[in-house]
């Protein structure tokens, strides 16, 4: 009995000697990998924070890519330590993901369309956006999806296949936008209520003087006419100017009795 536990104790020194460093040097890189995945994210998080010419948006998703390629050379490195024929398990993962891609094609799209619009920038974080007549302030753009809140408060959220393929409208970015507003008139003081008008918009602040402002006639539709009205204003003051002309017009035409 003594013999065979001999004979056990000297195959496991054997083993020890021939792979414990192996094993030892597998489990320190392990160690330092699993370590080297927390450090590196957050070094790449406070880099790109402080670097002007980095997109802070970017910033998170750079930091993820950082940590899973981190742990993939970790892993590759490790498993080659311990005599593990890596590059059959790098095929065996190459064909599983294609598998998984090719399942997940929806998602893969939205992840694509997402890198798109974090590297093109239609928008940012806070800008005032329409997607194919989806309205709403941008609270988050990730992989995934867009995050909205509409002008009413409601969530909204978009596919990022459907944001990149869509038409987007960008009201934060126009420096200039024009007001249009109709204007029902009658028509015997059609000339009066041009006159009214355009007196009207010259005394809005906001309204800018290039281009011209101007009030044309729409439609007649007797006894009415319908005055068109165009005005210019910055982007920021948009909303703001077209809801007060819109009332200051229409208590100018009750003012001097030229209401339809």
């Given at each position: 009995?003594?013999?065979?536990?001999?004979?056990?104790?000297?195959?496991?020194?054997?083993?020890?000697t021939?792979?414990?460093?192996?094993?030892?040097?597998?489990?320190?890189?392990?160690?330092?990998?699993?370590?080297?995945s927390?450090?590196?994210?957050a070094?790449?998080?406070?880099?790109?924070?402080?670097?002007?010419?980095?997109?802070?948006?970017?910033?998170?998703?750079?930091?993820s890519?950082?940590?899973?390629?981190?742990?993939?050379?970790?892993?590759?490195?490790?498993?080659?330590?311990?005599?593990?024929?890596?590059?059959?398990?790098?095929?065996?993962?190459?064909?599983?993901?294609?598998?998984?891609?090719?399942?997940?094609?929806?998602?893969?799209?939205?992840?694509?369309?997402?890198?798109?619009?974090?590297?093109?920038?239609?928008?940012?974080?806070?800008?005032?956006?329409?997607?194919?007549?989806?309205?709403?302030?941008?609270?988050?753009?990730?992989?995934?999806?867009?995050?909205?809140?509409?002008?009413?408060?409601?969530?909204?959220?978009?596919?990022?296949?459907?944001?990149?393929?869509?038409?987007?409208?960008?009201?934060?970015?126009?420096?200039?936008?024009c007001?249009?507003?109709?204007?029902?008139?009658?028509?015997?003081?059609?000339?009066?209520?041009?006159?009214?008008?355009?007196?009207?918009?010259?005394?809005?602040?906001?309204?800018?003087?290039e281009?011209?402002?101007?009030?044309?006639?729409?439609?007649?539709?007797?006894?009415?006419?319908?005055?068109?009205?165009?005005?210019?204003?910055?982007?920021?003051?948009?909303?703001?100017?077209?809801?007060?002309?819109?009332?200051?017009?229409?208590e100018?035409?009750?003012?001097?009795?030229?209401s339809?």
């Open positions: 009995m003594a013999e065979k536990w001999d004979a056990a104790l000297a195959v496991m020194v054997g083993l020890l021939q792979y414990g460093f192996d094993v030892l040097g597998a489990l320190v890189i392990a160690v330092l990998g699993w370590l080297a927390k450090w590196v994210p070094l790449v998080g406070r880099y790109g924070k402080r670097a002007p010419h980095v997109d802070r948006t970017l910033v998170p998703l750079l930091a890519v950082a940590r899973i390629a981190v742990l993939g050379v970790t892993t590759v490195i490790v498993l080659d330590k311990l005599g593990v024929d890596t590059k059959s398990i790098l095929a065996v993962l190459g064909a599983f993901g294609l598998a998984i891609g090719l399942a997940l094609k929806d998602t893969v799209s939205d992840v694509a369309s997402g890198i798109v619009l974090l590297v093109l920038r239609p928008f940012d974080v806070g800008d005032d956006i329409d997607v194919d007549g989806t309205l709403g302030v941008v609270d988050a753009i990730d992989l995934f999806q867009v995050k909205l809140t509409s002008h009413d408060g409601v969530p909204i959220f978009l596919p990022n296949t459907k944001v990149r393929a869509g038409k987007i409208q960008n009201f934060t970015r126009a420096e200039r936008r007001v249009e507003l109709t204007v029902p008139v009658s028509a015997r003081d059609m000339g009066k209520a041009i006159a009214a008008l355009e007196d009207e918009i010259t005394r809005e602040p906001r309204v800018l003087a281009p011209a402002p101007l009030v044309k006639v729409a439609a007649i539709a007797p006894p009415s006419v319908q005055l068109v009205v165009r005005a210019w204003t910055s982007g920021a003051d948009f909303t703001a100017t077209r809801l007060d002309l819109m009332r200051r017009l229409k100018r035409i009750d003012a001097d009795g030229l339809a």
